[in-house]
């Protein structure tokens, strides 16, 4: 089993609808979460982090956590065509040990219809 | 002023040569990583210095060998160069180990395809 799974998409939506990516792990010490984004032929840019249980906005972002279930989401509101990019969830645990490194998903390829 | 820099940018050259990649990151931070991200855009740990010790090191060929001569540079080298050695690898950094509240700030990547 992946330690961090995202579906690959290709996931497509229409400018101004709601993106959603979804990401599970399989470690339930995880303690934090990050969503990056990259775009093709570029390098992962940090967008959010969340650490509780629950949401976290940011501008058009929203973070959600629900540690019982494994489960972190990223919602964009009113999508843009400069939203298309691969997102990608990262995962930091205690049981990585000292160094606590990020596992990451393998990425969910995002495109936004004009 | 770039955060993390990375040199080159592109490295094309034959199997079973020998190359570098070097990395410096001008944040202070303690932390550097190598990661590999293959075709299908999976990023994976390779090695992790915090300030000069390596402190992860996964199971990678040992043709790779990691240097850091001080906390803000991380340099890779690979001997023997294979084709499956093709991908982009990233240069990283974060504040601390334990700050599990900090992303990483990512180089610009190197872009190594061996012919």
């Known amino acids: 089993q992946k330690e961090v799974e995202q579906n690959s998409g290709p996931l497509s939506v229409p400018e101004g609808a709601i993106a959603s990516l979804n990401c599970t792990y399989s470690?339930?010490?995880?303690?934090?979460f990050f969503w990056y984004r990259q775009y093709s032929g570029k390098s992962p840019e940090l967008i959010m982090f969340?650490?509780?249980?629950g949401d976290k906005e940011d501008g058009r972002f929203t973070a959600q956590l629900n540690k019982a279930s494994q489960y972190v989401s990223l919602l964009i509101r009113d999508s843009q065509p400069s939203d298309s990019a691969t997102y990608l969830c990262?995962?930091?645990?205690?049981?990585?040990?000292?160094?606590?490194?990020?596992?990451f998903g393998s990425g969910t390829q995002l495109t936004v219809l004009p | 002023d770039t955060a993390v820099s990375q040199t080159p940018k592109y490295l094309v050259t034959q199997m079973g040569n020998d190359k570098s990649i070097k990395c410096e990151q001008n944040?202070?931070?303690?932390?550097m990583y190598w990661y590999k991200q293959d075709s299908k855009k999976f990023l994976k740990i390779m090695f992790s210095y915090n300030n000069k010790e390596l402190i992860i090191n996964e199971t990678v060929p040992n043709r790779f060998s990691p240097k850091s001569p001080d906390k803000a540079h991380l340099n890779l080298h690979i001997n023997s160069l294979e084709l499956g050695d093709s991908a982009v690898y990233f240069c990283a950094s974060s504040p601390k180990p334990r700050d599990t509240n900090y992303g990483y700030t990512f180089g610009s990547g190197t872009r190594l395809t061996v012919v």
């Open positions: 969340i650490y509780s249980n």
């Open positions: 944040l202070g931070h303690d932390t």
């Open positions: 470690d339930r010490g995880s303690q934090s």
């Open positions: 990262a995962v930091r645990s205690i049981s990585s040990g000292s160094a606590r490194q990020l596992t």
